[in-house]
Structures are given as C-alpha cells and as structure tokens.
Nanobody
Framework: QVQLLESGGGLAQAGGSLRLSCAASGSIFRINAMGWYRRVPGKQRELVAV???????TFADSVEGRFTISRDNAKNTVNLQMNSLKPEDTAVYYC?????????????WGQGTQVTVSS
C-alpha cells in the first residue's frame, strides 16, 4: 500500500508565502510525475503544478511565476513553494503521485491540506 502524507498549508496574508510538502511511502518501485492540485468548494479540482521524474515542471497560468515545485527522488517527496499569495489561492491543496509498484502504475492522492489567504 502507498500513502501520501502532506504537510504545510495554513493561513497567510495576501502577498505572503507558504510551503507545502508531500512524502510518499509504502510499496514504491518508481514515482513518475508528482504534482499539486487544488479544489475550491463548488468547483472542480484543478491542476496547480506538476513535475516529472526528470524535474520538468508545468504550472497553471494562474500561479506561473509565483509558485515553484521541486522534488527529491531519493526521499520520494515533492514540495510546493507558494509566494505572492492571493486570496484566490484559497483552496484545499492535494498532492498526487503516479507510482509504479513493480507491476502496475496507479495514481495516489494525499488527504488534502487547507490553504487560506486573507486580503
């Protein structure tokens, strides 16, 4: 079994910064892409940023230039550094990892962590 454990998040003022971290553990042979998504109540979950095993990153237009994503393949972790936060960044943020267990590739999700940005 695989688990994704998220940490970070919380409350920040507009213009401030927060850092999210996610660690994968369990039956892992290889992790392909890792990323962060977010969901606002009443809306669909949306991609925030994704990073490949080769550290190629893609960002949503809404966070480009403000957020950075990084990963440590040796530790099976992915981080999201969020700078210049805006109230519209308020959401529940979810970590996602595409994991190969030696036989199959599955998508795994973290439990979600709340980020609230006050104006």
């Amino acid at each position: 079994q695989v688990q994704l454990l998220e940490s970070g998040g919380g409350l920040a003022q507009a213009g401030g910064s927060l850092r999210l971290s996610c660690a994968a553990s369990g039956s892992i042979f290889r992790i392909n892409a890792m990323g962060w998504y977010r969901r606002v109540p009443g809306k669909q979950r949306e991609l925030v940023a994704v990073i490949t095993s080769g550290s190629s990153a893609t960002f949503a237009d809404s966070v480009e230039g403000r957020f950075t994503i990084s990963r440590d393949n040796a530790k099976n972790t992915v981080n999201l550094q969020m700078n210049s936060l805006k109230p519209e960044d308020t959401a529940v943020y979810y970590c996602k990892a595409e994991i190969y267990d030696g036989k199959y590739v599955h998508d795994y999700w973290g439990q979600g962590t709340q980020v609230t940005v006050s104006s």
